[in-house]
């Protein structure tokens, strides 16, 4: 019996220990990125609105890049005062999952992600999901192909905070700085 005991406790002890699936979202590029799970950012503020959207590619880089404008509840440059959202890479499923918590404003309307995104190669599809009674948003981005991404942030006094998600096709062993990424849409 206390064998069993031990090997309960072992496994317990074990798993407490084992790597989390979550990751928070730092406030620079660290060419990390991940296969599979989420990435986590800003806090719970009263309120935050969609100001918006693009996407950018690099042929060269093989990546693509979405950034995310973000306000506050009135819809002004949020600054360095970014509301919570969080990110989930879904390797399993071939897409990325962007909630927005709190969201009060959107001045980002479903088709026009859908129209941002109509040249991507790696993005099959985009919805944009937009809450108003639990005051939400959800862009969900499904892929051609299996992908890595990393995510992190932009925060500057005056400004409209940034959400940045890199993606990459899974696989790529060497990503380079994103300096050269073009923007369009």
């Known amino acids: 019996m206390r064998e069993w005991i031990l090997v309960g406790l072992m496994v317990a002890v074990g798993s407490a220990f084992a790597a989390s699936p979550y990751k928070q979202s730092l406030t620079l590029k660290k060419n990390q990125y991940l296969r599979d799970g989420v990435f ?28 995310v404008d973000l306000g506050d509840r009135k819809a002004h440059p949020a600054g360095k005062d970014l509301g919570y959202f969080q990110v989930h890479m879904d390797a399993r499923n071939q897409r990325a999952v962007m909630d927005l918590a709190q969201l009060m404003v959107s001045k980002v309307s479903e088709r026009q992600v859908q129209q941002m995104f109509e040249k991507s ?33 932009i925060l500057k006094s005056g400004k409209p905070a940034r959400v940045v998600m ?11 700085s994103s300096s050269a990424v073009k923007s369009s849409g």
Do not use: C, W
Request: hydrophobic letters at 40%; glycine letters at 10%.
């Open 40 to 67: 986590i950012g800003g806090k719970a503020n009263g309120g935050s609105s969609l100001l918006g959207m693009r996407r950018a590619y690099s042929p060269k880089m093989q990546l693509e890049r979405v950034i």
């Open 121 to 153: 190669p790696f993005v099959k599809s985009v919805e944009l999901t937009l809450d108003p009674e639990d005051k939400g948003a959800t862009l969900v981005l499904h892929f051609k192909r299996p992908m890595k991404l990393e995510v992190f942030q």
């Open 166 to 176: 890199d993606f990459v096709l899974d696989g790529s062993t060497d990503v380079q």
